[in-house]
Each structure stands twice: as structure tokens, then as C-alpha cells.
Nanobody
Framework: QVQLVESGGGLVQSGGSLRLSCRAS????????MYWVRQAPGRQLELISS????????YYAPSVKGRFTITRNNPRNTLDLQMDKLTPDDTAVYFC??????????????RGQGTQVTVSS
């Protein structure tokens, strides 16, 4: 049974930082690309970052490039997202995901329950 459990969200002031973590289980974590997606209030899901199995090819959406860093620890089955220089526009529920066909967030086969990130101005 695939399980993805996110943690690390919270309330932070604009300009601050947060580190999200995802603990994966129930599948061969070290064989799949992993993703972070987010959904802001009233907006569609946004794929913001992904990372291949060797951590050689990270992807960042333009909205977060240069501010967010994705990492993974294959032996520990964890995926992290370091978020710096946060702005109120980053306020959203953040999900860890896998099997995102075509890199379309709505097509991710598995997603965790999410963790809320709120950035105050």
C-alpha cells in the first residue's frame, strides 16, 4: 500500500523559510521520480518541483526556481523541500506525489494528505 506522509508545514512570515518532508512507504522509492505539488486557495494544482532517482535532474517551476530546493534520501525513503524567501503567494497546501503522468499534477497517481503552508505579509 503506497503511503506518502508530509510534514513540516506551518505559519511563517514573508521572507522566511520552511522545510517540508515526505516519508514514503509501500513502493520502491529509489526507482521512481518524486514530486511536490501545491494547491493555493481557489487555484488549480501546481507542480512545483520534481527529482529523479539519482538526484541529478531536479525540476523547478518558474514560480519557485531559485528559492526552493528539492532533495531526496533513498535509503530513508524521504523527499524534502527546502523553501526560502517565502512570499504570501506561496500559501498553499503542499503535497508529495508520485506517478505524475505527463508531469500534470492532476494526473499524479498517488498523493499524500498534504501539509498547510501559510505565509503572512
Amino acid at each position: 500500500q503506497v503511503q506518502l506522509v508530509e510534514s513540516g508545514g506551518g505559519l511563517v512570515q514573508s521572507g522566511g523559510s520552511l522545510r517540508l518532508s515526505c516519508r514514503a512507504s509501500g513502493f520502491a522509492f529509489n526507482t521512481v521520480r518524486m514530486y511536490w505539488v501545491r494547491q493555493a486557495p481557489g487555484r488549480q494544482l501546481e507542480l512545483i518541483s520534481s527529482l529523479d532517482i539519482s538526484s541529478a535532474q531536479p525540476y523547478y517551476a518558474p514560480s519557485v526556481k531559485g528559492r526552493f530546493t528539492i532533495t531526496r534520501n533513498n535509503p530513508r525513503n524521504t523527499l524534502d523541500l527546502q523553501m526560502d524567501k517565502l512570499t504570501p503567494d506561496d500559501t498553499a497546501v503542499y503535497f508529495c506525489a508520485r506517478a505524475c503522468a505527463g508531469n500534470i499534477p492532476a494526473h499524479c497517481g498517488y498523493r499524500g494528505q498534504g501539509t498547510q503552508v501559510t505565509v503572512s505579509s
